[in-house]
């Protein structure tokens, strides 16, 4: 059984280029959220994902934007790249909006914007 | 959402008992309290999750006090494979979790 897969596992990208990342979620799961983790830092939650609609969002500008697609599946599209924007992207899928369980992470995309 | 304060770094030697201490003081009442692990470069991983009193699995033990107003993590018998940062977060599932400094443990031979 796949987890959380994410790609691509690494990209380099400059300033004000637009770059996709893609998650698929663990199997059974129909929730995908976002996460952006800085050097040295935390994840900080960009947005999360259900029912093919964002249900949550942080505190990011509106240069993140994402999909989610009818096999569960999420885009994460960030547009006019900033060198601020270099991270590590986190993708956790889950099931639903119970209010226990766990959920499961991918191993991350590391954008590096030059 | 409620804040988590946690210490910053711990150190421990291989095979001690290590217990870290999360305070949540504005915890609401329809949240509960998570623990993650994350290695260098990878995705974090649960570990346990509570609401009150104790919770044990294989790989630790969750503390919680009447008040919720805290939580300790305590990881038994640690080994050098348990040197990673560890999260504790406060929220409702799926409801944005949100992710503190983290605790950054080293475990020495």
């Known amino acids: 059984d796949a987890g959380v897969t994410q790609s691509p596992t690494h990209l380099i990208k400059t300033r004000g280029q637009q770059v996709t990342l893609r998650c698929s979620p663990k199997s059974g799961h129909d929730t995908v959220s976002w996460y952006q983790q800085a050097l040295g830092q935390g994840p900080q939650f960009i947005f999360q994902y259900y029912e093919e609609e964002e249900r949550q969002r942080g505190n990011f500008p509106d240069r993140f934007s994402g999909h989610q697609f009818p096999n569960y599946s999420s885009e994460l599209n960030v547009n006019a790249l900033l060198l601020g924007d270099s991270a590590l992207y986190l993708c956790?899928?889950?099931?639903?909006?119970?209010?226990?369980?766990?959920?499961?992470f991918g191993e991350g995309s590391r954008l590096t914007v030059l | 959402l409620a804040k988590t304060t946690q210490p910053i770094s711990m150190d421990s030697y291989e095979g001690q008992e290590v217990n870290i201490t999360c305070s949540h003081n504005?915890?609401?009442?329809?949240?509960?309290i998570t623990w993650y692990q994350q290695f260098p470069s990878q995705g974090p991983r649960f570990i346990i999750q509570?609401?009150?009193t104790k919770v044990t699995n294989e790989v630790a033990s969750l503390f919680i006090p009447a008040d919720r107003k805290s939580s300790t993590l305590s990881l038994p018998r640690v080994s050098l494979s348990d040197t990673a940062v560890y999260y504790c977060l406060v929220g409702e599932y799926g409801n944005k979790l949100v992710f503190g400094a983290g605790t950054i443990l080293r475990v020495k031979s």
């Open positions: 509570g609401y009150k």
């Open positions: 956790a899928s889950s099931f639903g909006t119970a209010n226990t369980g766990e959920l499961f």
């Open positions: 504005n915890i609401a009442t329809n949240d509960y």
